[in-house]
């Protein structure tokens, strides 16, 4: 088993910055990947960013790119999402994603493991 713990979600005005954090423990060594992805009420979550862990390739949704940045520390069992530029239509709560393998990094079903989530609010 794994286990996936979000920090970092807040109120923060567009234009800004948050890092979210995902502190994994467990059975790690069984990770292939791990990624974010966002849920708003009344929609289907979706797909932010994935990272293999051990080659280090990202993944980003279009709306995204250029403005966020996964990146991971192995030795310390943590991901992030860096943020930057926000925009209102990121507010979202964010969820933190670990996968044994697969082969598409934009499926939620292929993901085992889940996060608990963290709330991002961007104010206009």
């Known amino acids: 088993q794994v286990q996936l713990v979000e920090s970092g979600g807040g109120l923060v005005q567009a234009g800004g910055s948050l890092r979210l954090s995902c502190a994994a423990s467990?059975?790690?060594?069984?990770?292939?990947?791990m990624g974010w992805f966002r849920r708003t009420p009344g929609k289907e979550r979706e797909f932010v960013a994935n990272?293999?862990?051990?080659?280090?390739?990202?993944y980003y949704v279009e709306s995204v790119k250029g403005r966020f940045t996964i990146s991971r520390d192995n030795a310390k069992n943590t991901l992030y999402l860096q943020m930057n530029s926000l925009k209102p239509e990121d507010t979202a709560i964010y969820y933190c994603a670990a996968a044994k393998g697969y082969s598409s990094v934009a499926s939620d079903r292929v993901y085992d493991y889940w996060g608990q989530g963290t709330q991002v609010t961007v104010s206009s």
């Open positions: 990272i293999r862990l051990n080659s280090g390739i990202t």
């Open positions: 467990g059975r790690t060594f069984m990770l292939d990947g």
